[in-house]
């Protein structure tokens, strides 16, 4: 499965659930999640994993490593309907504490 589909069903699910995330990546660099709240840096990058997800989808941190310039998380993802996890691997690369570049690699 390709890395836009994982991301299109994150939308949805999301925005069935009233929320919009037409700026999830704003033009500032900072990463929100489906109730809006912001996350930069590496620690906060972290804490996006493991907030709350849109109903009935489910991401699992396998690994996580970086510092404040480079993260990269292998994560397992998931929803209602999908018969087997998608393994992704997202790269992140931050400046200033903020987003400079996302990358979603499916495994």
């Known amino acids: 499965?390709?890395?836009?589909e994982v991301m299109k069903e994150y939308l949805k699910r999301a925005q069935e659930e009233g929320q919009d995330l037409s700026d999830m990546y704003a033009d500032h660099g900072e990463l929100k999640n489906f109730k809006g709240e912001v996350f930069k840096g590496r620690k906060e990058i972290q804490n996006f994993y493991t907030s709350p997800m849109p109903k009935g989808f489910k991401l699992t941190i396998q690994n996580i490593e970086g510092d404040d310039i480079k993260c990269s998380a292998i994560v397992s993802t998931t929803w209602d309907g999908l018969p087997n996890p998608v393994i992704l691997e997202?790269?992140?690369?931050?400046?200033?504490?903020?987003?400079k570049s996302f990358t979603m690699i499916p495994k």
Do not use: C, P, Q, S
Not at 1 to 4: G, P, Q
Not at 90 to 95: A, P, T, V
């Open 1 to 4: 499965m390709k890395a836009v």
């Open 90 to 99: 997202e790269r992140l690369i931050l400046e200033n504490e903020k987003i």
